[in-house]
């Protein structure tokens, strides 16, 4: 092994024993690092091919931890330019490196996970907001009730009847700070009842994966296809109750799960006493089809219905909730990431939109908007990439592009990066299988509808240079 300070350090610092594959146990062990402040926001991580030598493993382990912790947001890449650390405990936005100038946005952000900010109804709510504290009395004005404050609750549950097809009234409606934190409430309370292996989409959205180990369980990935994800698969691993999926429109795949599968996902978990976690977390978003009511309609005592207003309106605000049976809402509304939960004037404000349906007329235009982008998006695809194929358009704010021909994902997205353009190779959010990938997942909630063209311009000449040649290498050039 070689000698230096560096590799010396890493042998203190990580400790890879435990269960799992080789790659997960160094996912957690550079996780754990990093959130212990062993690794501190900034540094930079060793070259894959450096690490894996020291480790004496391969060098698909360690760009498989790589690639986790960065879609977690734990980590940073940049082309040309070492992997750095880039949690902090107080926020998730991107460093400048320490030995160079700040790392500037990219020019067009694809990466999914975010509405459009700019159709923010910042006039709205901050009208809302000025109300609700010329009107509030001052009794409310302390720390937020466990489980949110009655009003929001009352009104949510109301608005998930009428908009999700949800059975619910306020005693089952528990406000949290998001779906991450209603999450995290809910798989500690799993894990106090004794139920500790979670069966998770295959590919899924990873962070709440990681939310799930932190609470102590097992995840158990389960494999979608074009109906959604494989219930009959859970059979297989008895030792599984819980389960957690995205069945009106699975990220990153974009498949609705159907309603014999539906079927099966209810019958499956009373048969094993077991709970389903429904994430609803786009679902006001469909384009070709009535949107599909949530599954928790069909079996509100074993399933647990987690949503916000991230997509909605923004993740700013911070309000989520989660529609659960009595049996889980004590221990959601007294196990809290957070002391309070959001503050009370937020939650009245928010209360205040739904009531008055300013909330339904922003999602109505917000509807409009993003199935317009997405029809110009699809345009520009056909234009500049006629050979794609894309899946998973009806619904929400990202898709799935095939680019076929031997492609692989991976050279777009670093192709593509140095040209300014971030977008996101579907691998990063696979569980288990993590064969190379001809497709990338672009989200256009929060591109801005002028640089559609120009974006797909973009896109198309990062494909162009990572397409293999007649003598297989990558480019023509």
């Known amino acids: 092994m070689t000698e230096s300070r560096t590799n010396l350090a890493w042998e203190v610092l990580l400790d890879l024993t435990g269960s799992g594959a080789k790659h997960e146990r160094l996912t957690r062990a550079l996780r754990a690092a990093i959130r212990s402040g062993r690794l501190p926001t900034g540094s930079a991580l060793p070259p894959s091919r450096a690490l894996a030598a020291d480790l004496s ?30 949690w902090t405990p107080d926020t998730d936005t991107a460093l400048p490196d320490a030995d160079g100038p700040p790392v500037p946005p990219p020019r067009f952000d694809l990466t999914p996970g975010l509405p459009d900010l700019r159709a923010f109804p910042r006039a709205r709510w901050g009208a809302a907001v000025r109300d609700r504290a010329r009107r509030t009395p001052f009794s409310d004005l302390g720390f937020p009730p466990p489980g949110g404050h009655a009003e929001l609750r009352r009104v949510l549950a109301e608005h998930l009847r009428r908009g999700r097809g949800a059975v619910a009234d306020a005693d089952a409606v528990v406000v949290a700070t998001g779906v991450t934190d209603g999450a995290a409430r809910l798989f500690r309370a799993l894990r106090a009842e004794g139920i500790a292996h979670l069966a998770v989409e295959d590919p899924g959205w990873p962070r709440l994966h990681h939310v799930a180990r932190e609470a102590g369980l097992t995840v158990m990935p389960v494999p979608v296809d074009e109906h959604g994800i494989r219930v009959a698969e859970l059979d297989r691993v008895p030792e599984v109750r819980a389960v957690l999926t ?91 990431t957070a002391r309070s939960g959001p503050p009370v004037l937020d939650q009245l404000a928010f209360a205040d939109l739904v009531r008055t349906g300013g909330y339904d007329r922003h999602l109505r235009s917000a509807r409009q908007r993003y199935r317009a982008r997405r029809a110009a998006l699809l345009a520009a695809l056909r234009a500049r990439l006629p050979g794609c194929r894309v899946t998973g358009s009806a619904a929400g704010l990202h898709l799935v592009v095939h680019l076929g021909d031997g492609v ?17 190779d579907p691998r990063v959010y696979r569980v288990s299988c993590r064969e190379p990938a001809d497709g990338l997942v672009l989200g256009y909630g929060n591109l801005a509808d002028g640089a559609v063209e120009e974006a797909v311009a973009v896109l198309a000449a990062a494909v162009a240079d990572s397409r293999p040649d007649r003598a297989g290498r990558p480019g023509g050039r």
């Not at 060098?59 to 960065?70: D, E, I, K, M, S």
């Not at 977690?72 to 992997?83: D, H, N």
Request: glycine share 10%; charged share 20%.
């Open 57 to 86: 493993c391969s060098r698909w382990v360690v760009t498989q931890a790589y690639g986790q912790l960065t879609a977690e947001g734990y980590l940073r890449t940049r082309v040309g330019s070492a992997t750095r650390v880039r």
């Open 246 to 336: 995205t069945p009106a429109h699975q990220f990153p795949t974009g498949v609705a799960l159907t309603a014999r599968r539906r079927t099966a996902l209810v019958e499956w978990a009373r048969r094993v006493d077991g709970v389903v976690v429904e994430d609803d977390y786009d679902a006001e978003f469909r384009y070709d089809h009535r949107p599909l009511g949530a599954v928790q309609g069909m079996c509100p005592e074993r399933v647990v219905l987690l949503g916000s207003v991230s997509k909605t309106l923004s993740p700013a605000l911070g309000i989520g909730w989660v529609l659960a049976a009595p049996r889980w809402r004590r221990a959601l509304r007294t196990s809290g």
């Open 408 to 424: 692989d994902a991976s050279g777009v997205v670093a192709a593509a990066g140095a040209r300014g353009l971030a977008v996101v």
